[in-house]
T-cell receptor, first 110, second 114 residues
Framework: GQQLNQSPQSMFIQEGEDVSMNCTSS?????WLWYKQDPGEGPVLLIA?????ELTSNGRLTAQFGITRKDSFLNISASIPSDVGIYFC??????????FGAGTILRVKS | EAGVVQSPRYKIIEKKQPVAFWCNPI?????LYWYRQNLGQGPELLIR????????DSQLPKDRFSAERLKGVDSTLKIQPAELGDSAVYLC????????????FGPGTRLLVL
């Protein structure tokens, strides 16, 4: 099936730094979702975006739905050790099919 | 409230053997999903149930995979016979309705086919 292009593939940052990751697609989506997956667990929803241009925050996390509907980004401010994990973007295509990116692995040095 | 329960958590089998995974969704959730997650990739939908009806099984390899949700509650995903390429994590998720933002994932079953 179709995959989203998510970047970067991995990041190794210092505690306290800000993090930015993004997702692009050749298809238009009507919903963008961002998930976090810890080792041995299933993905957990962080933020959902429903309108082009929408900017939504959840604590230190901020995500935006691109105005072209073909991209989204996630920012994490002032990273802490528990931010470690794999972050996935997912786009909802017309017809209710959810497509996931390959993930961004985040590692934090304390 | 209990989350999505999956068993077993890990399974190692030899190729050509059958294997089955079980999922119990969150109580009251009528929509259930099975995903496969290959190493280094995001989850890919295999099948979606609304109550006991499979409403999207377009990505399910029907020659060897089967699924059932007989009473609209728990569900079983089966592979027979398993192939080496079936090694992956099989995730179950459920939602109150077909609104994707309310999906809750289980911990997954990690399958290794030797």
């Amino acid at each position: 099936g179709q995959q989203l292009n998510q970047s970067p593939q991995s990041m190794f940052i210092q505690e306290g730094e800000d993090v930015s990751m993004n997702c692009t697609s050749s298809s238009i989506f009507n919903t963008w979702l961002w998930y976090k997956q810890d080792p041995g667990e299933g993905p957990v929803l962080l933020i959902a975006l429903y309108k082009a241009g929408e900017l939504t925050s959840n604590g230190r996390l901020t995500a935006q739905f691109g105005i072209t509907r073909k991209d989204s980004f996630l920012n994490i401010s002032a990273s802490i050790p528990s931010d470690v994990g794999i972050y996935f973007c997912a786009g909802l295509e017309y017809g209710n099919k959810l497509v996931f990116g390959a993930g961004t692995i985040l590692r934090v040095k304390s | 409230e209990a989350g999505v329960v999956q068993s077993p958590r890990y399974k190692i089998i030899e190729k050509k053997q059958p294997v089955a995974f079980w999922c119990n969704p969150i109580s009251g959730h009528n929509t259930l999903y099975w995903y496969r997650q290959n190493l280094g990739q995001g989850p890919e939908l295999l099948i979606r149930y609304e109550n006991e009806e499979a409403v999207d099984d377009s990505q399910l390899p029907k020659d060897r995979f089967s699924a059932e949700r007989l009473k609209g509650v728990d569900s079983t995903l089966k592979i027979q016979p398993a192939e080496l390429g079936d090694s992956a994590v099989y995730l179950c998720a459920s939602s109150l309705d077909a609104l994707w933002r309310t999906q809750y994932f289980g911990p997954g079953t990690r399958l290794l086919v030797l």
